[in-house]
């Protein structure tokens, strides 16, 4: 029986090389972002199998109605990586509380919400309980320090971060592979600085080899599971 995966943020950059790689494995793939018509360009790319949904990841009733549709239109998902996340860079007295909550929504609440209804999902689909399914958090160098003008990041991907160690020593002894990925450094993209044109090879990540680790955090058996995965380029100081 195909698998179905779910990304949650699918933005042009990782959110986009996960789908791929979700695909090329042979799976079916659902897409999730606030605007679903930004998606119609990588849905082309992924093939008949391929789904997009239109998803707030901070809105309760949204993430439930999206893991009912993936689960009529797909199949309930056995791999589900959260890759929303929000953030603007000020001081703290410079941030209002509305640009503060935001944040922490998107980035933190929105990952306890997916994250629950993807172990509900995994759950109520039955299959083998030694691994009912992968649930994976992005997180950043935030995750582990709050940098100055950082704190709309570091607040979010440290609750994240909490989260996903709970989820994990609840959920799998059922059967459910819960990581965190510290993605230690600036992923490469067209934007000004992150290409690897500007850069040099090997000193911003590639999406697509990141993609790869999530794939094989996927593949790991049961009496060998990762929690926490870091990943920098070689010439990232740590």
């Known amino acids: 029986m195909t698998e179905t995966a779910l990304i949650v943020g699918a933005g042009a950059g990782l959110g986009a090389a996960l789908a791929r790689r979700f695909a090329g494995a042979g799976m079916n793939v659902a897409v999730a972002r606030r605007n679903a018509d930004a998606l119609k360009p990588l849905l082309a790319k992924l093939g008949p199998s391929a789904r997009a949904y239109a998803c707030d990841a901070s809105d309760e009733r949204a993430v439930v109605e999206l893991f009912a549709a993936v689960g009529r239109d797909l199949g309930a998902p056995r791999l589900v990586a959260f890759n929303a996340g929000a953030f603007v860079r000020k001081g703290i007295l410079d941030t209002s509380a509305e640009e503060f909550e935001r944040c ?46 950082f704190h709309n990041l570091a607040v979010g991907k440290f609750g994240l971060r909490a989260l996903a160690q709970s989820m994990a020593r609840e959920f799998q002894p059922q059967g459910i592979h819960v990581a965190h990925v510290i993605i230690d450094g600036q992923i490469a993209s067209a934007r000004a600085g992150r290409s690897v044109a500007e850069r040099g090879v090997d000193a911003v990540l590639d999406p697509n080899a990141i993609a790869e680790s999530y794939y094989q955090l996927h593949l790991q058996p049961p009496s060998a599971w990762t929690l926490e995965l870091d990943l920098r380029p070689y010439v990232e100081k740590f």
């Open 104 to 149: 922490w929504r998107v980035g933190c609440f929105g990952g306890f919400l997916v994250g629950r209804e993807a172990v509900r999902a995994m759950l109520a689909s039955g299959g083998s309980g030694r691994h009912r399914g992968t649930v994976i958090f992005t997180g950043a160098t935030a995750s582990m320090r709050g940098g100055a003008m």
